[in-house]
């Protein structure tokens, strides 16, 4: 298996041409893209958030996905699968994390678009919707959250993982065995949903 690591800053249009064309380099075609990249703020209820940090969070969790599946887009042939990591926070609003649960719910209905759009050409589109997965990501938002009621980590971990019926925290192999399944031959009739993965959090569609 070859593989081929590169730096990419998803906010610099210089950085994404470059990143496309030594991938035009290194394969003629591409069979599957997996949108993942994300930032979350700090807690803010909408009225108090920085208009430059709402900016920030939809240009990278909306805008990053946006201009990857532009790019390559051309380099896909029938067959091909795009998948964009959601949230849970995309179909229930997150208290405090207005900019994220809208650049989400946004991913979500783009990702809807572009399934309706190249369903004729064989270039299927779904979303994974997250809940709580223990990533970096998460970890700083619990730490956060936890200096702000004067908690340990671990107690406001355990108080989240009383949410979950599955009684634990979801882990990144979970999303990525859902990832692989999307962009596999077994999964040649799925297009345009979007697919809980929150251990029961979240039972609605």
Known sequence: MRVLPLPLDLTSDQDLEKAVEQIGEFTPTVHALVNNAGIMPASARMGEMDEHV??????????????????????????????????RAGKRPSRGYSSYSVSKAALIMLTKCLAVEYAADGIRANAICPGQIYTELNKARF?????EHGI???????????????????????VGRLAAFLVSPESGYITGQAFNICGGQLTEL
């Open 143 to 147: 730490e956060r959250e936890a200096a």
């Open 152 to 174: 340990s980590l671990e107690e406001r971990v355990a108080r989240m993982v009383e949410t979950i019926p599955s009684g634990r925290m979801g882990s990144p192999e979970d």
């Open 54 to 87: 709402w900016s920030k969070v939809l240009d990278i969790n909306l805008g990053g996905p946006f201009k990857m599946i532009r790019k390559l887009l051309p380099m896909m042939r029938r067959g091909s699968s795009i998948v964009n990591i959601a949230s």
